[in-house]
């Protein structure tokens, strides 16, 4: 069975940075395309990056040029490091496997960003 388990959420201020990280079990990750989405109440889940087993990335234009996104294919762990953190920032942050359609899903960790 796939875990994914997110940490290094936590208070931080505009302005800072903060780097996540995401461990997965199972051998579906290395081979897969992996994504970080955050959510804050009363909304959608958002798409943030996606990186694939190759390392190519992509970003949604909220968070181009601010967020990075990486993997270690050999450790099972993936990152997003973020720079220049604004209020807008705040939510609930997640790990994302693609396994060929299907999801696999981390508990999320929570980022808050005071002003």
């Known amino acids: 069975q796939v875990q994914l388990v997110e940490s290094g959420g936590g208070l931080v201020q505009a302005g800072e940075s903060l780097t996540l990280s995401c461990v997965a079990s199972?051998?579906?990750?290395?081979?897969?395309?992996m994504a970080w989405y955050r959510q804050t109440p009363g909304k959608q889940r958002e798409f943030l990056a996606r990186i694939t087993s190759g390392g190519s990335a992509n970003y949604a234009d909220s968070v181009k040029g601010r967020f990075t996104i990486s993997r270690d294919n050999a450790k099972n762990w993936a990152y997003l490091q973020m720079n220049n953190l604004k209020p807008d920032d705040t939510a609930v942050y997640y790990c994302?496997?693609?396994?060929?359609?299907?999801?696999?899903w981390g508990k999320g960790t929570l980022v808050t960003v005071s002003s």
């Open positions: 199972g051998s579906i990750f290395s081979i897969n395309p």
């Open positions: 994302n496997v693609d396994n060929h359609g299907i999801h696999y």
